[in-house]
């Protein structure tokens, strides 16, 4: 994998899992939201049951007495819809009869103008026309008959949104005692009364939980993908450093810090498919430590290793910023040289030796120089492969050892 798909690979990961945790966030506070909504709904609709109820009850009271007596004073008017509303005391005052109907009207009325709420009774057959129900009581109203026990909406009208509600009424042994030439039969639904009444407040405290509720859903948002940003970014560099020391792990050799025999190979071809392509040279040098078996049984092992880390460190010094060396195998070094014909190969080659008899001992103290034999060779039009350059090299070196070591040689 390069590093242009690895990139690629992270940058879907990172957009994947934005919008995902996009997607979860809007969601969760979506739920907030509407959860927010339907608990001012359902507040709104407790407070119209509480006014619902207290009206039934104000009702009940009224019928329990058979109606109540107000003294008929201006601008009171007597019920039209009753038998003789009105009695006289012995002190000639007038009292006029206010049954569960007209009272329910009456406070409705008082609680409107003060701006608190409104109710009426009314039903699909009124006995008094101003109580005819408007669309959403009728249709309350036909929902009761089909067993509904409740009804309630929002409602836009005269720049204000109000809440109704509407429950059924139903008849009680209070209500026979004036209905009962009516034809009323206890239990059964006789109307309803409707409840209304400004939510305007509760709306604009929905808007502004609303606009909270969005200002924190975009700074979660913000601060985690802030976050997951911060920790991806830093996630891929370590993932990338940690590939980039894989790969040069996996290239380097480990006791002379060179390239591996694979690595070598590996760019060998590379180099030599690049010296083809552009008409090119190329040369490759095999190295061997002289009598490196003697070292190590002389000096042991430790000196062994220390030896072949020395011939490393000078080749390191020794090689151009392009040229390419690597342990080959054991005591072996192979080193591939772009751009270098024949004659410079065997110059480059000598002063790589030289180098090494010269900057390079066994254990300090002790007096005996490492020296190294190198066999050359040169790319050719007939190598088809590296294979062919590195077997005349190799018997180049073969050449050099049989030859009496520590010099270069070529077949």
């Not at 008082?110 to 699909?124: D, V």
């Not at 005692?177 to 405290?205: A, N, P, Q, T």
């Not at 071809?269 to 090119?280: F, G, N, P, S, V």
């Not at 080659?349 to 190198?374: C, D, F, H, M, Y």
Request: with cysteine.
């Amino acid at each position: 994998m390069n590093k242009g798909e690895e990139r690629t690979i992270y940058k879907r990961f990172v957009i994947s899992v934005s919008l995902t945790s996009v997607l979860c966030l809007s969601v969760i506070f979506g739920i907030v939201y509407l959860t927010n909504k339907q608990l001012i709904y359902e507040q709104a609709k407790s407070e119209a049951r509480a006014l619902f109820e207290s009206t039934v009850i104000t009702r009940k009271w009224n019928a329990t007495y058979e109606g109540v007596y107000v003294e008929k004073k201006p601008g009171v008017i007597s019920n039209p819809y009753l038998e003789n509303p009105d009695i006289s005391t012995v002190d000639g005052r007038i009292f006029t009869k206010k049954n569960p109907a007209l009272m329910t009207r009456e406070i409705s009325e008082y609680a409107g103008r003060e701006g608190l709420f409104t109710f009426r009774i009314t039903s699909l057959a009124p006995v008094n026309p101003a109580n005819k129900p408007d669309e959403f009581e009728a249709r309350a109203l036909r929902l009761f008959e089909k067993g509904k026990k409740e009804v309630f909406e929002g409602d836009a009208r005269n720049n204000g949104h109000y809440f109704r509600y509407m429950a059924p009424l139903y008849v009680e042994k209070e209500c026979l005692k004036c209905h009962v030439k009516e034809g009323y039969r206890l239990g059964e639904i006789r109307g309803g009364i409707s409840v209304s009444f400004d939510i305007g407040e509760i709306l604009d405290m929905q808007k502004t939980n609303l606009v909270i509720i969005v200002a924190l859903a975009m700074f979660s948002i913000a601060a985690l993908l802030g976050f997951f940003f911060l920790f991806t970014h830093d996630l891929t560099k370590k993932i990338s450093l940690a590939r980039q020391q894989a790969e040069e792990m996996a290239a380097t050799d480990a006791l002379t810090g060179l390239n591996n025999r694979r690595q070598v190979l590996e760019r060998f071809c590379e180099e030599m498919e690049r010296a083809k392509r552009l008409k090119k040279d190329l040369g490759c040098i095999m190295i061997d430590i002289d009598n490196f078996k003697t070292i190590n049984d002389t000096y042991g092992h430790l000196a062994g290793d220390k030896t072949l880390r020395k011939v490393a460190d000078v080749l390191k010094n020794s090689i151009r910023t392009y040229d390419i060396a690597g342990r080959y195998g054991g005591e072996e070094f192979l080193i591939i040289l772009p751009d270098t014909d024949f004659r410079e190969t065997r110059i480059f080659a000598e002063r790589i030796g030289k180098n090494i008899k010269t900057q390079t001992v066994v254990e300090p103290g002790i007096a005996q120089a490492v020296t190294v034999s190198l066999g050359i060779a040169s790319m050719t039009d007939t190598d088809i492969s590296i294979d062919n350059m590195i077997k005349r090299a190799d018997d180049g070196l073969y050449k050099a050892k049989d030859s009496g070591r520590d010099r270069v040689a070529w077949v």
